[in-house]
Nanobody, 125 residues
Framework: QVQLVESGGGMVQAGGSLRLSCAAS??????????MGWFRQAPGKEREFVAA????????TYADSVKGRSTISRDNAKNTIYLQMNSLKPEDTAVYYC????????????????WGQGTQVTVSS
């Protein structure tokens, strides 16, 4: 079993930055070299992919909506992944979730096996 806990959300003005963290624990995370992803869900909308990273960190992928403004990274020694978000826009407002999956990084939420509880990000104009 893998437990994921997000942190770092909050309220920020448009143009500002936030760094989200996701701390993972559980034997499976370390044993199976899991890929990790970030997703978000805005009120009244479906959950959408934001970014993903492979176990090694060498492969990353981003949604077009955040590409160039966000960076996903991981520190396997700390069992933690990060999402640095810059130039935030009001449309980035959502609950952000981290997720873990066996195998390589994926963009579909159905590809992921474990989920955190989410952290709220609110961007004011």
């Amino acid at each position: 079993q893998v437990q994921l806990v997000e942190s770092g959300g909050g309220m920020v003005q448009a143009g500002g930055s936030l760094r989200l963290s996701c701390a993972a624990s559980g034997r499976t995370f370390s044993d199976y070299e899991m890929a990790m992803g970030w997703f978000r869900q805005a009120p009244g909308k479906e959950r959408e992919f934001v970014a993903a990273i492979s176990w090694s960190g060498l492969s990353t992928t981003y949604a077009d909506s955040v590409k160039g403004r966000s960076t996903i990274s991981r520190d396997n020694a700390k069992n933690t992944i990060y999402l640095q978000m810059n130039s935030l826009k009001p449309e980035d407002t959502a609950v952000y979730y981290c997720a873990a999956r066996y195998g390589g990084a994926g963009v579909g939420d159905r590809d992921y096996h474990y989920w955190g509880q989410g952290t709220q990000v609110t961007v004011s104009s």
